[in-house]
């Protein structure tokens, strides 16, 4: 059954890669970027422009684009990658990666709120950098803070909306060999998407809030 999806970042790495898998499939793919690139203009999807994550108004800015559309599955996929160094610690890109990373996800999963149907799935796409558990080499600060603090809000989420039956997942997508990363991975971005979108299918109410690799397997918190 065509699923009305809208996916964030839309325009490059495995925001690109799942629009097109998500629309090849049949699923209305709603495209939300800040800029459009060629590629993703060549795609069978609706795309949204202006659409930037971190500001306050992106709520007034997705009414426009979106309407009164339902919601069948949001993917917050959109987030920036920076690096800091302890003893010349950046505090301007450690913000900047939490109102991206952290806050953007939040700010446009409560504006769409009212737009999700019953039943429906929020897919929060996140990074092992996030796991406590799993940080066993340090650094990257912003980064690593807004991914945990993306991680908790999930759950939160997961939580707030098991009253309408709306399930949340918590998905590393591997180390994927995007622009943001350079290139360098171990999947690339299709391989990604293919399999984020099982582990979108097999989200439930039962694993909701859960915390997984798109492998399949449970990521430590």
């Known amino acids: 059954m065509s699923q009305n999806v809208v996916i964030t970042g839309a325009n490059r790495g495995i925001g690109l890669s799942l629009s097109k898998l998500l629309s090849e499939r049949g699923d209305t793919v709603f495209a939300l970027c800040r800029q459009a690139?060629?590629?993703?203009?060549?795609?069978?999807?609706?795309?949204?422009?202006?659409?930037?994550?971190?500001?306050p108004e992106v709520g007034e800015k997705l009414k426009i684009g979106l309407g009164?559309?339902?919601?069948?599955?949001?993917?917050?996929?959109?987030?920036?990658?920076?690096?800091?160094?302890?003893?010349?610690?950046?505090?301007?890109?450690?913000?900047?990666?939490?109102?991206?990373?952290?806050?953007?996800?939040?700010?446009?999963?409560?504006?769409?709120?009212?737009?999700?149907?019953?039943?429906?799935?929020?897919?929060?796409?996140?990074?092992r950098m996030g796991s406590i558990a799993d940080n066993t080499s340090g650094g990257r600060y912003g980064y690593r803070m807004s991914k945990a603090a993306l991680n908790i809000a999930a759950v939160s989420l997961a939580h707030d909306l098991a009253s309408r039956q709306i399930s949340v997942g918590v998905f590393h997508p591997g180390l994927v060999g995007t622009e943001m990363i350079g290139g360098f991975g171990d999947i690339t971005p299709d391989q990604a998407a293919v399999r984020l979108a099982t582990r979108i299918t097999e989200l439930n109410l039962q694993n909701s809030g859960s915390f997984w690799h798109s492998n399949g397997e449970i990521l430590p918190w």
């Open 37 to 55: 690139s060629s590629a993703l203009n060549e795609l069978n999807v609706r795309v949204i422009e202006g659409v930037d994550v971190s500001s």
């Open 68 to 127: 009164s559309e339902q919601i069948d599955l949001l993917v917050n996929n959109a987030g920036i990658l920076r690096n800091e160094v302890l003893g010349d610690i950046d505090y301007a890109t450690v913000e900047q990666q939490f109102t991206v990373n952290a806050l953007g996800p939040l700010r446009v999963t409560e504006a769409l709120e009212p737009q999700l149907v019953d039943g429906s799935k929020v897919a929060m796409i996140t990074s």
